[in-house]
């Protein structure tokens, strides 16, 4: 590595480091475990950047890359990989249950989620159907009973919170801390090696002066204005979606579908720390 650019890679790797070694510290995980996990983490991300350079993947191309053994580069490629969290999977399908329902013509009206029989035409058990993939109606409805955001009355159901924020569990937690961090370091990745033109959007405001009498104050109104910014993207999004699963199962040349996500985090420390 070059000596110049030595320092500012430490730094950056260290700020990245230090929350998530304060998690797994929580979690009772030793720095071998860690040790581990970067292992494997490098033998993963080599073989992507093996396979997008247009080079073959081998134990001994991925132990020149990563500097691993060809030893160890074959016991974690013989190891079984975890696929994606079946929590984050839920997640994004309930987020995309709700959409349709507040925005929906068939489910909704005037941006508004209308109140559903739960069986028949147009009623929930025909909602979860068409936009939750493989979820049954009954464990949808449990969950987002227990989320706060559907209210049952009689056979209707009524849509009363169209954000989802579920009742976590510790792995759900686990699960949701990867993926968000994730996204984002995908896309800070994604603008420092493309050109000004293709790189994504990825702003954020800051103030080391707020007076501390006015974060309650502020930590709602961004809440506020937060929580109906993301509804209004959930709503575009929802109108741009391809055909339901039925019609892409009949037609698989037809449209392609890509995943899209805009997050929004607050953050807030005293001034010293935030100059650190």
Request: charged share 25%; aromatic share 6%.
């Amino acid at each position: 590595m070059d000596m110049q650019i030595q320092s500012p890679v430490k730094r950056m790797a260290l700020k990245i480091l230090r929350p998530l070694v304060r998690m797994l510290i929580r979690q009772g995980v030793a720095h071998r475990t860690l040790e581990d996990y970067v292992r494997e983490a490098y033998v993963l991300e080599g073989e992507e950047e093996l396979l997008g350079n247009g080079g073959k993947v081998t134990v001994s191309s991925l132990a020149v890359l990563t500097g691993l053994s060809r030893k160890e580069v074959k016991r974690i490629k013989d190891s079984a990989a975890d696929g994606e969290e079946g929590d984050a999977a839920q997640r994004h399908r309930i987020v995309r249950l709700l959409g349709a329902w507040s925005n929906h013509p068939d489910f909704s009206e005037n941006g508004e989620g209308r109140a559903l029989p739960i069986q028949g035409e147009q009623s929930f058990t025909e909602l979860v159907k068409r936009f939750s993939g493989d979820m049954t109606p009954v464990s949808t409805l449990s969950l987002l009973e227990q989320s706060g955001n559907v209210l049952r009355v009689g056979d209707e159901l009524f849509l009363i919170k169209k954000h989802y924020l579920p009742v976590q569990t510790p792995t759900q937690q686990l699960a949701l801390f990867g993926t968000d961090v994730n996204e984002l370091m995908q896309t800070i990745i994604h603008n420092l090696s493309s050109k000004h033109q293709e790189r994504w959007f990825q702003r954020k405001v800051s103030n080391a002066q707020v007076s501390v009498d006015a974060l309650a104050a502020f930590k709602q109104y961004a809440a506020e204005k937060s929580m109906a910014l993301l509804e209004d993207y959930d709503e575009w999004l929802s109108k741009h979606e391809i055909s339901n699963q039925a019609q892409r199962e009949s037609d698989p040349q037809g449209e392609a579908a890509a995943y899209v996500t805009v997050g929004i985090y607050y953050l807030e420390t005293p001034k010293q720390e935030s100059e650190s």
